[in-house]
Protein backbone atom coordinates (compact mmCIF):
# COMPACT_ATOMS: atom_id res chain seq x y z
CA UNK A 1 0.00 0.00 0.00
CA UNK A 2 1.12 3.72 0.27
CA UNK A 3 0.18 6.59 2.61
CA UNK A 4 0.64 9.93 1.14
CA UNK A 5 0.45 12.91 4.02
CA UNK A 6 0.98 16.98 3.60
CA UNK A 7 -0.76 19.77 5.57
CA UNK A 8 -4.29 20.73 4.30
CA UNK A 9 -3.72 24.41 3.81
CA UNK A 10 -1.16 26.98 4.25
CA UNK A 11 -0.86 30.95 4.05
CA UNK A 12 1.91 32.91 3.22
CA UNK A 13 3.00 36.57 2.06
CA UNK A 14 3.51 37.86 -1.38
CA UNK A 15 7.50 38.06 -1.24
CA UNK A 16 8.00 35.52 1.68
CA UNK A 17 9.49 31.65 1.24
CA UNK A 18 7.39 28.43 2.14
CA UNK A 19 8.49 25.28 2.88
CA UNK A 20 5.22 22.57 2.09
CA UNK A 21 6.23 19.34 3.51
CA UNK A 22 4.93 15.51 2.38
CA UNK A 23 5.34 12.26 3.83
CA UNK A 24 5.19 9.19 2.32
CA UNK A 25 5.54 5.30 3.34
CA UNK A 26 5.23 3.18 -0.03
CA UNK A 27 6.35 -0.54 -0.80
CA UNK A 28 8.95 0.35 -2.76
CA UNK A 29 9.85 3.11 -4.21
CA UNK A 30 10.05 4.69 -7.86
CA UNK A 31 10.08 8.50 -7.39
CA UNK A 32 8.61 11.72 -6.20
CA UNK A 33 6.61 14.12 -8.46
CA UNK A 34 5.43 17.74 -6.79
CA UNK A 35 2.53 19.55 -9.17
CA UNK A 36 0.45 22.74 -9.01
CA UNK A 37 -2.72 23.02 -9.49
CA UNK A 38 -4.93 26.07 -10.04
CA UNK A 39 -8.61 25.91 -8.92
CA UNK A 40 -10.63 23.92 -11.88
CA UNK A 41 -7.87 23.14 -14.00
CA UNK A 42 -5.54 20.01 -14.79
CA UNK A 43 -1.89 19.73 -12.68
CA UNK A 44 0.87 20.68 -13.93
CA UNK A 45 4.19 19.26 -13.15
CA UNK A 46 6.82 21.22 -10.99
CA UNK A 47 9.47 18.80 -10.15
CA UNK A 48 10.86 14.96 -9.39
CA UNK A 49 13.14 13.60 -7.26
CA UNK A 50 14.56 10.13 -7.07
CA UNK A 51 17.70 10.47 -5.52
CA UNK A 52 18.39 12.15 -1.92
CA UNK A 53 19.24 15.85 -1.98
CA UNK A 54 17.93 19.12 -3.43
CA UNK A 55 16.62 19.83 -7.15
CA UNK A 56 16.45 23.62 -7.86
CA UNK A 57 14.39 24.98 -10.63
CA UNK A 58 13.68 28.63 -10.46
CA UNK A 59 12.10 29.93 -7.54
CA UNK A 60 11.24 26.32 -6.82
CA UNK A 61 13.28 23.74 -5.23
CA UNK A 62 12.14 20.20 -4.17
CA UNK A 63 14.50 17.82 -1.83
CA UNK A 64 13.66 14.81 -0.48
CA UNK A 65 15.22 12.15 1.99
CA UNK A 66 13.82 8.61 1.22
CA UNK A 67 15.58 7.06 4.30
CA UNK A 68 12.77 9.34 6.12
CA UNK A 69 10.10 9.11 3.70
CA UNK A 70 9.96 13.00 3.15
CA UNK A 71 10.33 15.94 0.46
CA UNK A 72 9.43 19.38 0.65
CA UNK A 73 8.48 21.43 -1.80
CA UNK A 74 10.36 25.35 -1.55
CA UNK A 75 8.74 28.40 -3.05
CA UNK A 76 11.06 31.62 -2.65
CA UNK A 77 9.83 35.29 -3.61
CA UNK A 78 6.03 34.31 -3.27
CA UNK A 79 4.06 35.71 -5.86
CA UNK A 80 0.33 36.18 -5.86
CA UNK A 81 -0.10 33.67 -8.65
CA UNK A 82 1.04 31.24 -6.87
CA UNK A 83 -1.80 30.65 -4.74
CA UNK A 84 -2.86 26.98 -5.88
CA UNK A 85 -2.97 23.65 -4.48
CA UNK A 86 0.58 21.67 -4.52
CA UNK A 87 0.11 17.97 -4.93
CA UNK A 88 2.67 15.28 -3.61
CA UNK A 89 2.94 12.28 -6.08
CA UNK A 90 5.10 8.65 -5.49
CA UNK A 91 5.62 6.30 -7.36
CA UNK A 92 5.48 2.93 -5.96
CA UNK A 93 8.59 0.51 -7.13
CA UNK A 94 7.85 -1.45 -10.58
CA UNK A 95 4.96 1.30 -11.18
CA UNK A 96 4.83 4.50 -13.50
CA UNK A 97 1.90 5.74 -12.50
CA UNK A 98 1.82 8.56 -9.78
CA UNK A 99 -0.35 7.99 -6.45
CA UNK A 100 -0.97 11.37 -5.29
CA UNK A 101 -1.49 13.10 -1.79
CA UNK A 102 -4.72 15.30 -0.58
CA UNK A 103 -2.73 17.87 -2.11
CA UNK A 104 -1.41 21.40 -0.05
CA UNK A 105 -3.48 24.84 -0.46
CA UNK A 106 -1.44 27.42 -0.51
CA UNK A 107 -2.94 31.03 0.26
CA UNK A 108 -0.64 34.04 -1.12
CA UNK A 109 -2.05 37.42 0.75
CA UNK A 110 -0.32 41.09 -0.30
CA UNK B 1 0.60 20.79 -30.18
CA UNK B 2 1.29 17.80 -27.69
CA UNK B 3 -2.14 17.02 -25.45
CA UNK B 4 -4.31 14.95 -23.36
CA UNK B 5 -8.10 15.95 -24.65
CA UNK B 6 -10.88 15.17 -23.05
CA UNK B 7 -14.32 15.06 -23.61
CA UNK B 8 -17.28 15.94 -22.39
CA UNK B 9 -16.12 18.91 -20.53
CA UNK B 10 -18.64 19.04 -18.73
CA UNK B 11 -21.73 16.27 -18.38
CA UNK B 12 -25.01 16.28 -16.47
CA UNK B 13 -26.74 13.23 -16.82
CA UNK B 14 -29.33 11.42 -14.87
CA UNK B 15 -29.19 7.71 -12.39
CA UNK B 16 -28.17 4.66 -14.37
CA UNK B 17 -28.15 6.34 -17.96
CA UNK B 18 -24.75 4.85 -19.48
CA UNK B 19 -21.84 7.34 -20.18
CA UNK B 20 -18.55 7.27 -21.57
CA UNK B 21 -15.93 10.16 -21.32
CA UNK B 22 -13.45 9.75 -24.28
CA UNK B 23 -9.76 10.67 -23.41
CA UNK B 24 -7.04 10.68 -26.07
CA UNK B 25 -3.48 11.45 -26.35
CA UNK B 26 -1.41 12.27 -29.22
CA UNK B 27 1.79 12.04 -27.76
CA UNK B 28 2.34 8.03 -28.57
CA UNK B 29 2.32 7.82 -24.50
CA UNK B 30 2.48 4.15 -23.14
CA UNK B 31 1.02 4.53 -19.77
CA UNK B 32 -2.59 6.60 -19.29
CA UNK B 33 -4.67 6.96 -16.29
CA UNK B 34 -8.02 8.12 -14.84
CA UNK B 35 -8.17 9.71 -11.61
CA UNK B 36 -11.33 11.35 -9.68
CA UNK B 37 -10.86 14.40 -8.10
CA UNK B 38 -13.32 14.96 -4.98
CA UNK B 39 -12.60 18.02 -2.14
CA UNK B 40 -10.54 16.73 0.62
CA UNK B 41 -9.61 13.52 -0.84
CA UNK B 42 -7.34 14.71 -3.73
CA UNK B 43 -6.66 12.61 -7.13
CA UNK B 44 -7.36 8.87 -6.28
CA UNK B 45 -6.49 7.14 -9.49
CA UNK B 46 -9.70 4.31 -10.78
CA UNK B 47 -7.65 2.74 -13.29
CA UNK B 48 -4.78 3.05 -15.43
CA UNK B 49 -3.16 0.99 -18.25
CA UNK B 50 0.08 0.62 -19.40
CA UNK B 51 -0.14 -0.19 -22.73
CA UNK B 52 -2.59 -1.34 -25.16
CA UNK B 53 -4.79 -4.20 -24.28
CA UNK B 54 -2.93 -3.96 -20.91
CA UNK B 55 -5.47 -2.43 -17.75
CA UNK B 56 -5.16 -2.52 -14.41
CA UNK B 57 -7.24 -1.35 -11.16
CA UNK B 58 -6.01 1.55 -9.20
CA UNK B 59 -7.70 2.93 -5.70
CA UNK B 60 -11.41 3.55 -6.07
CA UNK B 61 -12.59 1.24 -9.70
CA UNK B 62 -15.53 0.51 -8.36
CA UNK B 63 -18.66 1.80 -10.92
CA UNK B 64 -16.08 2.21 -13.81
CA UNK B 65 -14.79 0.00 -16.97
CA UNK B 66 -12.42 1.20 -18.93
CA UNK B 67 -10.54 -0.10 -22.45
CA UNK B 68 -7.62 0.23 -24.35
CA UNK B 69 -7.55 -0.90 -27.78
CA UNK B 70 -5.24 1.65 -29.41
CA UNK B 71 -2.66 3.14 -27.67
CA UNK B 72 -3.83 6.60 -28.00
CA UNK B 73 -7.67 6.49 -26.57
CA UNK B 74 -8.25 5.36 -22.62
CA UNK B 75 -12.27 5.91 -22.48
CA UNK B 76 -13.66 5.60 -18.99
CA UNK B 77 -17.10 4.05 -18.98
CA UNK B 78 -19.85 4.43 -16.44
CA UNK B 79 -22.38 1.67 -17.20
CA UNK B 80 -24.74 2.30 -14.58
CA UNK B 81 -23.92 6.22 -12.91
CA UNK B 82 -24.94 6.75 -9.03
CA UNK B 83 -24.80 10.50 -7.46
CA UNK B 84 -21.89 9.41 -6.14
CA UNK B 85 -19.77 9.21 -9.00
CA UNK B 86 -20.20 13.08 -8.94
CA UNK B 87 -16.82 14.35 -8.91
CA UNK B 88 -13.94 16.28 -11.16
CA UNK B 89 -12.10 13.74 -13.75
CA UNK B 90 -8.88 13.91 -15.06
CA UNK B 91 -7.17 11.67 -17.42
CA UNK B 92 -3.18 11.46 -17.90
CA UNK B 93 -1.00 10.09 -19.97
CA UNK B 94 2.91 9.48 -19.26
CA UNK B 95 5.91 7.84 -21.96
CA UNK B 96 7.93 4.95 -20.95
CA UNK B 97 11.16 6.84 -21.03
CA UNK B 98 12.60 6.03 -17.09
CA UNK B 99 11.54 6.83 -13.91
CA UNK B 100 11.22 10.91 -14.73
CA UNK B 101 7.87 10.07 -16.61
CA UNK B 102 6.01 13.50 -15.84
CA UNK B 103 2.42 12.62 -15.89
CA UNK B 104 0.59 15.03 -18.90
CA UNK B 105 -3.15 15.71 -17.66
CA UNK B 106 -6.29 16.50 -19.92
CA UNK B 107 -8.39 19.62 -18.73
CA UNK B 108 -10.68 17.73 -16.61
CA UNK B 109 -14.45 16.20 -17.19
CA UNK B 110 -16.83 17.59 -14.41
CA UNK B 111 -19.73 15.29 -14.32
CA UNK B 112 -22.81 15.74 -12.29
CA UNK B 113 -24.98 12.62 -11.58
CA UNK B 114 -28.75 13.58 -10.78
Known amino acids: GQNIDQPTEMTATEGAIVQINCTYQ??????LFWYQQHAGEAPTFLSYNVLDGLEEKGRFSSFLSRSKGYSYLLLKELQMKDSASYLCACMRGGSYIPTFGRGTSLIVHP | EAQVTQNPRYLITVTGKKLTVTCSQN?????MSWYRQDPGLGLRQIYYSMNVEVTDKGDVPEGYKVSRKEKRNFPLILESPSPNQTSLYFC?????????????FGQGTRLTVV
Open chain 1, 26 to 31: TSGFNG
Open chain 2, 92 to 104: ASSPFEGQNTEAF
Open chain 2, 27 to 31: MNHEY
